[in-house]
């Protein structure tokens, strides 16, 4: 087991390696490669085993940062922030686990092992987006961010129709130089390729002729690139202000003068709309810039007599009237609010902000003349459904406002950012990210960035976006492709086991499931 075992961690850091800061998406095809390599001749825990070592080695470099956040910000100790980052690993290990056993299981029919571990691997995303509130950080196709014209078939299939053709080209590849010898597997890599090519080659053709018949819209984002040690001192509050005001100033002066200003999650550090004397004083601000801000803002109101906290948006005209808001959805677990406080009573929230956050439930866009903003708040922008929900009440662009200085000069700013990247190409829309310490951008309905604010830095981004009218299949049938994908998983399986020479059984000995 012990090159087993570093075959497996082999494949886990390849994973990794195709995400930012590395970005070396190209070995994204073969990472798969050693695990399955390792997995020849093992038993079904020797497969279990295998497969969680590279599922524990990839997490473990892919959301390191992990540790980072929880120990400088979440006060607590490094070794219990450790502790967190082993526990949440462990827990994301089990799906490459999973897999492992799949392919141990599929291993006596080659063509069942070939195109049946692709759809296994995108049933595994699916349900780890969904179960225990969902984390879909680090699907293995956004590794492919980079290749513009490989992704355009996302508003098909999302980014789940990547990560199942990075699959089947490192099965395709394993089977026709490995085990079973199969020298026209590649073939059927090749041929989906091509397609999946030649289709993202039509598609930016057509959604750039798309977005040159349609009338402009100039936006502008802002990153004040306040620390966070800072962020929620008293003392600090007029710098805060000042620092957006001229950062917003600057950009209104730009010329076209822009339709929207957008600043970061909770980018005003006190309860607009309560604390009067400091909303009195945004407001004016806004007034003499001139132009509407849609800005971020903690906000709280009544539950039961007892008031709660809410992470939300407010659009403040060029008058300095708020005319319209938005409360986020889908909160950040263990940092916003504790799920399962029954079973999970023992933990302490992560956040410096006192009581439990509580979700927003509508999820309908900011409307300013002709433009509905769809908006995702921090964590929300890498749960495509969110995205899917607010286009389908009639949001004609996405606003991702984000604070993403708790990430400190990690990888995960980048790797947040190039997920939310991907909503523009799902749903043919422009998307327009704003983030306190960076990385601030703006996405065209192709996924192409038309300017970005580098991280810890501040500064303010002016460019014109073309919202087209395109209802994409992803748009319309969310993920369907996912769902097909489940739906054979659990077909190859069952009849890959219903299959199986006679005499090889599953049974128990010592606790441990195995073949006899």
Not at 53 to 63: D, K, R, S, V
Not at 133 to 153: E, K
Not at 480 to 507: D, H, M, N, Q, T
Request: glycine letters at 6%.
């Amino acid at each position: 087991m012990g090159l087993a075992a570093l075959l497996s961690i082999s494949s886990g850091i390849l994973l990794t390696l195709g995400f930012p800061k590395f970005e070396l998406y190209f070995v994204s095809w073969v990472a798969l490669l050693p695990l399955f390599i390792a997995l020849h001749g093992k038993s079904a825990t020797q497969a279990l085993a295998l497969g969680f070592i590279c599922g524990l080695a990839h997490y473990l470099t892919t959301l390191y940062w992990i540790r980072y956040v929880v120990y400088h910000y979440g006060g607590i100790p490094l070794p219990l922030a450790i502790v967190i980052l082993l526990l949440l690993s462990s827990y994301l290990a089990i799906y490459p686990a999973t897999f492992a056993l799949a392919s141990h299981r599929l291993e006596h029919r080659p063509w069942l092992w070939i195109l049946g571990l692709p759809a296994v691997w995108v049933s595994l995303e699916w349900i780890r987006a969904h179960l225990l509130t969902g984390f879909p950080w680090a699907n293995l196709g956004y590794s492919q961010t980079p290749l513009t014209w490989l992704i355009q078939v996302s508003d098909v299939t999302g980014v789940y129709g990547i990560s199942w053709l990075i699959v089947l080209v490192n099965t395709t590849v394993m089977a026709c130089f490995g085990r079973f010898r199969l020298r026209l597997s590649p073939i059927i890599a090749l041929v989906c390729l091509i397609a999946v090519a030649f289709y993202g080659s039509w598609r930016l053709k057509m959604v750039e002729q798309l977005q040159a018949q349609v009338a402009p819209w100039s936006v502008a984002v802002v990153q004040g690139n306040i620390d966070q040690a800072q962020k929620w001192d008293p003392l600090f509050q007029q710098e805060t202000l000042n620092r957006y005001l001229q950062l917003s100033l600057a950009a209104a002066s730009h010329d076209p003068r822009p339709d929207l200003i957008v600043w970061p999650e909770t980018a005003v550090p006190f309860f607009y709309g309560i604390e009067q004397n400091l909303t009195i004083q945004l407001n004016q601000m806004i007034r003499e810039i001139g132009v509407p801000v849609l800005l971020g803002s903690p906000a709280a109101k009544a539950v039961e007599g007892k008031p709660r906290l809410l992470n939300a948006a407010y659009l403040i005209n060029s008058d300095g009237k708020m005319v319209d808001d938005y409360a986020k959805q889908h909160l950040v677990p263990f940092g916003e609010y504790v799920p399962y406080q029954k079973i999970l009573f023992f933990v302490h929230k992560l956040v410096e902000a006192a009581g439990d956050f509580i979700a927003g439930d509508d999820p309908s866009p900011i409307r300013i003349n002709d433009m509905r903003l769809g908006v995702l708040i921090c964590y929300e922008a890498i749960f495509p459904e969110l995205a899917r929900s607010a286009v389908r009440h009639g949001a004609n662009s996405l606003v991702s406002i984000t604070n993403d200085a708790w990430f400190g000069t990690s990888s995960a700013p980048y790797q947040h950012k190039e997920m939310a990247g991907w909503r523009a190409i799902e749903f043919r829309v422009p998307l327009l990210r704003s983030a306190n310490t960076g990385i601030s951008c703006i996405y065209d309905a192709r996924g192409k960035t038309l300017g970005s604010i580098p991280l810890n830095e501040q500064g303010y981004l002016v460019a014109d976006v073309h919202p087209i009218h395109v209802k994409t299949f992803y748009a319309e049938w969310g993920d369907l492709f996912a769902w097909f994908c489940v739906f054979a998983a659990l077909i190859v399986i069952s009849y890959s086991e219903l299959s199986r020479p006679e005499g090889e059984k599953w049974s128990r000995e010592r606790g441990a499931v195995h073949l006899s």
